[in-house]
């Protein structure tokens, strides 16, 4: 009897706890390309997020004319502590905080995001309704893993110099680079606002348009082939020397591209 009352007790505890914490566990579901992790949170989501992967997918694959390596994780998370707890683990950094406006990361194996359904309450910047720019984001991070998938350092973690390329990389294959922000970086070469080396390409409120347009004027100029050539390399020497041309000259004629346009 004092075991069928303590069991009663147990179960009601775990339907009172069901019901105050929702199932934030971990479901799978496998795809050609990928598995995707989610929440009991994103049922209602899932398949807008199928469709947002599917065409990113698609454009990475036209954009380089190849397929993925490999197959790859896609996470789901249902607020910002689920993936800072993930980024803190797969970096190393216990007391990592991500910035509000960072809502998702990508390598070779995996690819995390908040749930975008959910950035307008638990990120700045991002609104999942503008939906162009939401397909440009997940596009971005698909470029980071198929990128990944062919660089020296699957991770990134050893890549030196290179985050220009990178992300400018990610930024261009996406769609991002677009009219608006070319503009941008137009009136900062004739302001005489762009940073002197390429290390300070990635950074400041310009990073999108100087990253994204260094690399959209490296295909221009040498061609898609060479670009693909590029992605093992984890040295901004190297990138140079395949190139066969100093920081000082590329970032030159980059300049030159961009007055033309
Ligand atoms: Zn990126």
């Not at 775990?14 to 990928?34: G, I």
């Amino acid at each position: 009897m004092k075991s069928i009352l303590l069991l009663l007790i147990g179960f009601t505890a775990l339907a009172l706890m069901s019901w105050k914490f929702p199932d934030n566990r971990w479901k799978v579901a496998k795809y050609k390309n990928y598995s995707l992790y989610y929440t009991s949170l994103d049922n209602q989501n899932k398949e807008a997020y199928l469709t947002l992967i599917n065409n990113g997918l698609g454009s990475v694959k036209s954009f380089f004319n190849s397929p993925y390596r490999e197959t790859f994780d896609v996470y789901v998370h249902a607020n910002r502590h689920s993936l800072d707890s993930t980024w803190q683990k797969d970096w190393g950094m216990p007391d990592f905080k991500s910035e509000c406006w960072m809502v998702a990361s990508g390598v070779a194996k995996k690819f995390d995001m908040i749930s975008p359904a959910r950035w307008d309450s638990e990120a700045c910047e991002h609104v999942y309704a503008q939906t162009i720019k939401t397909q440009q984001l997940i596009t971005h991070e698909l470029v980071h893993v198929f990128h990944g998938q062919r660089n020296g350092s699957p991770d990134f973690s050893t890549v030196e110099g290179l985050d220009w390329f990178v992300e400018g990389l990610a930024t261009y294959a996406s769609g991002q680079c677009d009219s608006l922000r070319i503009a941008e970086v137009k009136k900062a070469i004739a302001e005489n606002k762009i940073p002197k080396g390429l290390d300070g390409f990635w950074s400041g409120k310009l990073k999108y348009g100087l990253s994204g347009s260094l690399v959209m004027f490296i295909d221009k100029r040498y061609g898609r082939a060479k670009l693909m050539e590029l992605l093992p390399f984890t040295k901004r020497e190297q990138v140079l020397a395949s190139l066969n041309i100093t920081e000082a000259a590329l970032l030159d004629q980059w300049k030159g591209y961009i007055d033309s346009l």
